[in-house]
Each structure stands twice: as C-alpha cells, then as structure tokens.
C-alpha cells in the first residue's frame, strides 16, 4: 500500500518545512503544492528536500484548489492512499500506519488533532448537521478506538483511492474553509463512513497561515461557505432559511465582537453579501 502525503503551502514556509520533517520519518512519498507563496517557501522545499514532488502554482487556489492539484498528482504517480495535510500540521511518528490500518471501506480517516501549544486535543471528531446554523463543533473526547465520526478536517485527513473516485474532488467554488464539510456530506450521501483513528495523532498550529480561525479571512470564507453549504444540503424554505441565517451571521458576529475586533462586522457582512450574490472563488480584493 503506496501513501503520498500531500502538503499544501501557501507561505508559512517554516511550518511548511517543520511539516515535511515531521514526514521524513514516515512510509510516504511526498508532495509539496506550493500556492504561490511569495516567502521564498517553494525555493526552501527544494533546497532542503529535492526528493519531494514540488508542484508550483501560479496562482492562489486555496485550499480546494492546491489539494485537488495535489491528490492528482498522488492518483497518477500510483498512490493507494492520499494523505492531506496543512502546512501548519505535523505528524507524530507512527501517524501514517495507524490511519492506514483504519482506512479500508471508509471515505477518509482523520487522525486525533492536538494544539502544537501545550497538546490539548483540538479535533477528535466532529458533528455536521446542515440544517442548522451553529454547526460543525468538534468533538474533543478521544475514542478508545476508531470511531465514526460526521465531518473529516482538511488540516489532515488520508483518502483511500477508491474513495476519491467515489466522492469527487473538493469543489473549488468554496475556495477554503468548510469544503471539507461539504466532501463529507457527499461522502456520507455515498454511503462512505468519516473514521477517527485515536492511535494517530498530528499536531496544529490551526489557521496559522490565514491568521487564525478568528481573521478577517477565516470570518469571510465561513460565513459564505456556511450559508451555501446549509443551502445546498437542507433547504429549509424561506422562514427556515432566514433562521438559519442569523443564527451563521450572528454567532461570527459574536466571535469578532467577543474578541474585541468589531472591525472583522465587515468580513462577516461581505460573506454574507457575496452568498446572496452568487459569488463564490477567492475573496475579491
């Protein structure tokens, strides 16, 4: 069983290249998509690790994008399993095996997620119910064995070949953030379960690169993608959608004002305008 580890860089090129250390010690082959960093991360990779695929971009394509870029170049070098990764996550050793070995009828297997600060448990699963608006928390008690769970993270999760060929690319209208909601909610619709495997365990930096999940971008790319998502899988008419709504406006709304950053309203509101709009890609300048 062949493994290619996909690292998605887009700056960060520290924690990209703490990422691919982390891998060197893993059964892998390794590539790197590079989304047009402009920090000198492509350039690093291929000093310090001229075994790794590098693929450039020419362009940011998020993280939809880089990873769809990054799974098939894993697909046509051959691989039986793609293991996806942020730049900002490593692997602790043993990784690797322990989400193959959890990996066989499943559509994705996650590994236990832990702060790279102090190792509290970050993801250990989570729920994902689109009919409603508060959504998507992570479940942080950890299974004493592999367990199902509703949504896979993006930060690190390994695919099966087949299971690629089941469920499809990630869509790359949503750009970055939820789109592994929205994979995991076509995987479940497959009939393909989502398996946390608590034997392997990677840790974060979470939304190191973007700013953190309480930014202007993280704001932005969640309330739109949110909206859509919930849209698409559960349309709830038009009373049901307006609650919807205001429960996915005013809970981020809520976050940027508890946090003391009534300026990221902004972000929240052009989400929320570009999802009425139809506008969905990367966040116009």
Not at 35 to 63: I, K, T
């Amino acid at each position: 069983m062949t493994v290619a580890a996909v690292v998605l860089s887009w700056n960060g090129r520290e924690y990209t290249l703490a990422a691919l250390r982390a891998l060197e010690g893993e059964d892998v082959d390794t590539i790197v998509v590079d989304n047009a960093s402009e920090d000198g991360s492509a350039e690093a990779v291929e000093r310090e690790f001229a075994r790794a695929d590098l693929v450039r971009n020419d362009r940011n394509l998020g993280y939809a994008g880089g990873m769809n870029v990054g799974i098939r170049r894993a697909l046509e070098r051959g691989a039986d399993h793609v293991l996806l990764l942020n730049n900002d996550a490593t692997v602790e050793p043993g990784a690797v095996a322990a989400l193959v070995a959890a990996a066989d009828g499943a559509a994705a297997v996650c590994p236990v997620i832990v702060f790279a600060e102090g190792g509290n448990v970050w993801y250990a699963g989570a729920r994902f119910d689109p009919r409603r608006g508060y959504n998507g928390r992570h479940v942080t008690q950890v299974p004493d064995d592999v367990a199902e769970t509703e949504r896979a993270c993006g930060a690190a999760m390994l695919i099966p070949r087949a299971a690629v060929e089941a469920v499809g690319p990630f869509d790359e209208a949503l750009f970055a953030y939820w789109e592994d909601a929205d994979w995991s909610l076509r995987a479940r619709d497959a009939g393909l379960p989502i398996r946390v495997a608590p034997r392997a365990r990677v840790r974060h930096e979470v939304s190191a690169t973007t700013g953190g999940e309480g930014s202007d971008t993280a704001l932005y790319y969640s309330v739109r993608n949110l909206l859509e998502i919930g849209e698409r899988y559960a349309p709830l008419g038009r009373l049901g959608t307006w609650r919807r709504t205001a429960v996915i406006v005013g809970s981020h709304a809520a976050q940027a004002l508890l946090a003391g950053r009534p300026g990221r309203l902004r972000a929240i509101a052009a989400g929320w305008k570009d999802f009425r709009l139809g506008r969905f890609g990367p966040r116009p300048d």
